[in-house]
T-cell receptor
């Protein structure tokens, strides 16, 4: 039981390049989330998926797209990376409408130069 | 609108001293409050949920609806408590968490 798995762990991109961050969970959770973590700003929600087949914007969706490929996988895509997207990205999942809290992945540290 | 405020960016204490990490929230309904902890370069972990009224690693937190606060407390800090602590809030029903900006706790020997 791996929990929430994110790949890659580290990535350096040049401005304008694209990439996809992968997230998979094996806990049969319904809801999945992508957050970015920046110093002094805490965690901000980028996109979320309440259930398979649905996605919604969070607080900071600009420059990102997501795909809920199936119940297990929720990917985050940067179509044209910008230096402002340098951050640590966390994926999380939860059983919908439970109160047990999120399970987080280990994060992807992305640097855009 | 949901908002979580953690007024202290850094809290530095000596081992054995009491610790209180402050968290205030803004929410019009009945919130669910959480504390998450992130040790150096690790993933965030759930530390406490207000509904469970539990004590984890010696930490407790009480929801004060009158003061809209959910402060995290520990009577005697340990060096291994050094970490980043995030307070988070969600409304009833669907769990979309709003996080505070975090407080870094540094416990010195």
């Amino acid at each position: 039981n791996a929990g929430v798995t994110q790949t890659p762990k580290f990535q350096v991109l040049k401005t304008g390049q694209s990439m996809t961050l992968q997230c998979a969970q094996d806990m049969n959770h319904n809801s999945m989330y992508w957050y970015r973590q920046d110093p002094g700003m805490g965690l901000r929600l980028i996109y979320y998926s309440a259930s398979e087949g649905t996605t919604d914007k969070g607080e900071v969706p600009n420059g990102y797209n997501v795909s809920r490929l199936n119940k297990r996988e929720f990917s985050l895509r940067l179509e044209s990376a910008a230096p402002s997207q340098t951050s640590v990205y966390f994926c999380a999942s939860i059983v919908t409408e439970s109160n047990y809290g999120y399970t987080f992945g280990s994060g992807t540290r992305l640097t855009v130069v | 609108a949901q908002r979580v405020t953690q007024p202290e960016k850094l809290l530095s204490v000596f081992k054995g001293a009491p610790v209180e990490l402050k968290c205030n929230y803004s929410y019009s309904g009945s919130p669910e409050l959480f504390w998450y902890v992130q040790y150096s370069r690790q993933r965030l972990q759930l530390l406490l949920r207000h509904i469970s009224r539990e004590s984890i690693k010696g930490f407790t937190a009480d929801l004060n609806k009158g003061e809209t606060s959910f402060h995290l407390k520990k009577p005697f800090a340990q060096e291994e408590d050094s970490a980043m602590y995030y307070c988070a809030l969600s409304g009833s029903g669907f769990q979309k968490l709003v996080f505070g900006t975090g407080t870094r706790l540094l416990v010195s020997p």
